[in-house]
């Protein structure tokens, strides 16, 4: 069946370092790919998608390209700052609904 | 344009009671979708529904858990005999008419349920 596996955090950087959050995928067929985010005690939040092979999604410096060779959708951005610290969860369409990873927690110092 | 909509933001109830979380979809949104996230863990999809229909429950244990979707009014999940496994996050999304496998879905805020 379909699938996300992402990297477990949490992962501790200072402010403005470069961040990579690694998600890779099972899936038959060609799954449309997204990350959200998620700030304590809230919903989830789309962060950006793509939905083919090759698709870069962008979305407030953050981005990631849907890799079909590698199965992978990394989420990247060039300098963090504090107030990204949040879960990040990688998820891919699976018929009707959305199959997400077990999410990455990111904590960002000053 | 208000986001979905969830309540209550936090819901305790007793080993044995009901719980009935309601879903207001975003306005012109007529797929609604439930999501459980236990601690620790990712969403794992319940149920997916549109006006008076249950298209897809797969993700929903097979006793004790009923979601509706009526004509009028929000979507309601509700849990009979609640047990302290139940105790998690339940999300509810929405998107809109047109949506197909690629369509994003627009989540609400979830509602913590914790059972004594």
């Known amino acids: 069946g379909n699938s996300v596996t992402q990297m477990e955090g949490p992962v501790t950087l200072s402010e403005e370092a470069f961040l990579t959050i690694n998600c890779t995928y099972t899936?038959?067929?060609?799954?449309?790919l997204f990350w959200y985010v998620q700030y304590p005690g809230e919903g989830l939040q789309l962060l950006l998608k793509?939905?083919?092979?090759?698709d870069k999604g962008s979305n407030k410096g953050f981005e990631a390209t849907y890799r079909k060779e590698t199965t992978s959708f990394h989420l990247e951005k060039g300098s963090v700052q504090v107030s990204d610290s949040a879960v990040y969860f990688c998820a891919l369409s699976s018929g009707y609904a959305l199959n997400f990873g077990k999410g990455t927690s990111l904590l960002v110092t000053p | 344009n208000a986001g979905v909509m969830q309540n209550p933001r936090h819901l305790v109830r007793r080993r044995g009671q009901e719980a009935r979380l309601r879903c207001s979809p975003m306005k012109g949104h007529s797929h609604v979708y439930w999501y459980r996230q236990l601690p620790e863990e990712g969403l794992k999809f319940m149920v997916y529904l549109q006006k008076e229909n249950i298209i897809d429950e797969s993700g929903m244990p097979k006793e004790r858990f009923s979601a509706e979707f009526p004509k009028e009014g929000p979507s309601i999940l509700r849990i009979q005999q609640v047990v302290r496994g139940d105790s998690a996050a339940y999300f509810c999304?929405?998107?809109?008419?047109?949506?197909?496998?690629?369509?994003?879905?627009?989540f609400g805020p979830g509602t913590r349920l914790l059972v004594l």
């Open positions: 999304a929405s998107s809109p008419p047109s949506a197909g496998v690629r369509e994003t879905q627009y």
């Open positions: 793509a939905t083919k092979a090759d």
């Open positions: 899936a038959t067929g060609y799954p449309s």
